[in-house]
T-cell receptor
């Protein structure tokens, strides 16, 4: 099945530092979604990218889809303690019978004061 | 904002017992899903459901598992004869369309299943 790998697995930053997580696939992706899961919480949808080279911003968060549509990144500028959580990329895979959202391995972000 | 609700929030069961996890998806959504997350690991797809039937299932979703939409609002996951390795957080999700669209998938708060 399709696998999406994320790096790094963990990241500790000081508050105010930037943070980036990368998502990589060996095959071309039709789309990519990003989710945030707070500790003890559930995945919350952040954004969907569809177009090659697409860049979208949400306040301090910048999402990018690679030109070849095989990788994506999420960059957070000037992290805050509220950014703590695990960030997952995910791909909707259409199959003959239906569809499924396949999650990447996730990057756990810890922000220290 | 509409949300997916799941009950119970925590379920403890004896090994070999049957459990039913319940979900109420967002009312105008058409696609429903179950996922599970073993502590500290990634979120794993179990099954998708559309038009009152399973549209896709993973290798995890074996004969031990079943899903049902009994009354047009609830969406349930039944696990027969639970095993210790079924202990995990189970998330229900729904989406208005198969790809999730611009709004993605909406997840419930989860049911933490502990098999003892």
């Amino acid at each position: 099945g399709q696998q999406v790998m994320q790096i790094p697995q963990y990241q500790h930053v000081q508050e105010g530092e930037d943070f980036t997580t990368y998502c990589n696939s060996s095959t071309t992706l039709s789309n990519i979604q990003w989710y945030k899961q707070r500790p003890g919480g559930h995945p919350v949808f952040l954004i969907q990218l569809v177009k090659s080279g697409e860049v979208k911003k949400q306040k301090r968060l910048t999402f990018q889809f690679g030109e070849a549509k095989k990788n994506s990144s999420l960059h957070i500028t000037a992290t805050q303690t509220t950014d703590v959580g695990t960030y997952f990329c995910a791909v909707v895979i259409l199959t003959g019978g239906g569809n499924k959202l396949t999650f990447g391995t996730g990057t756990q972000l810890k922000v220290e004061l | 904002e509409p949300e997916v609700t799941q009950t119970p929030s925590h379920q403890v069961t004896q090994m070999g017992q049957e459990v039913i996890l319940r979900c109420v998806p967002i009312s105008n959504h058409l696609y429903f899903y179950w996922y599970r997350q073993i502590l500290g690991q990634k979120v794993e797809f179990l099954v998708s459901f559309y038009n009152n039937e399973i549209s896709e299932k993973s290798e995890i979703f074996d004969d031990q598992f079943s899903v049902e939409r009994p009354d047009g609002s609830n969406f349930t996951l039944k696990i027969r004869s639970t095993k210790l390795e079924d202990s995990a957080m189970y998330f229900c999700a729904s989406s208005p369309r198969g790809r999730g669209g611009a709004s993605g998938y909406t997840f419930g708060s989860g049911t933490r299943l502990t098999v003892v």
